[in-house]
């Protein structure tokens, strides 16, 4: 008998889902489908997969205003490092790997550690433009559903105008969404909530 209310809850969802008993009549009819929706990542023990992404050769100065003119926000130390004439552009497809940061133990996740990593599993530094290629294909609610609050592209680092040698990150945030900077250095400390981006070689295997 314990199973009938939960039943009963189950049928009253589907019947909210469906937009009560208008939306129920047009399923039964046949004028309403339902489907499962499409992922564009997968995921297989601790690491997300991407679909190729494409670079279009795009300079880091000409990612500001396009991805401004999408709702991005870019911060100043971020304008720094695309400005910088080491980001430099390509035109290809990277397949990408996303380390995910429950990989690590909490008080072992620096970026020397999470290198290291990528290196046994035969990954490759990607280039810096993967940030923004990343934060163009995914929302916020993809990255949320990957169980993230941000993805840092495990570039090599390209200093700020301090000398700080930096990555850039996608970043969901309360605030907006955005493509952050964040410290690049080898003992730099990161949380669980974290992925972290890398290249698929042509001879590493999921």
């Known amino acids: ?7 009963l809850g189950r049928i009253e969802a589907v019947w909210n889902k469906l937009g009560g008993e ?4 047009r399923f039964l009819r046949d004028e309403l489908s339902v489907s499962e929706p499409s992922c564009s990542w997968r ?19 000409l990612w500001i205003p396009r991805l401004e003119k999408q709702g991005f926000l870019i911060g100043d130390y971020t304008k720094q490092v695309l400005r910088s004439p080491d980001f430099k552009p390509t035109n290809g497809v990277t397949e990408i790997a996303v380390l995910k940061g429950m990989l690590f133990e909490d008080n072992d996740r620096s970026t020397k550690k999470i290198r290291a990593e990528a290196d046994k599993r035969k990954l490759e530094k990607p280039n810096a433009e993967l940030s923004c290629l990343i934060r163009e294909k995914f929302t916020d609610k993809d990255i949320e559903a990957m169980g993230l609050w941000y993805i840092v592209a495990m570039h090599e680092p390209i200093n700020d105008s301090d000398g700080d040698p930096i990555l850039l990150s996608v970043l969901r945030c309360d605030d907006g969404r955005w493509l952050s900077a964040c410290s690049g250095g080898p003992d730099y400390g990161w949380n669980r909530g974290g992925g972290f981006a890398f290249a698929v070689s042509q001879v590493s295997s999921h």
């Open 1 to 7: 008998m314990s199973k009938y209310p939960k039943t």
């Open 22 to 25: 208008d939306g129920v009549d």
């Open 43 to 61: 995921e297989k023990d601790g690491v997300i997969y991407f679909p190729p992404l494409v670079s279009d050769g795009t300079t880091g100065p």
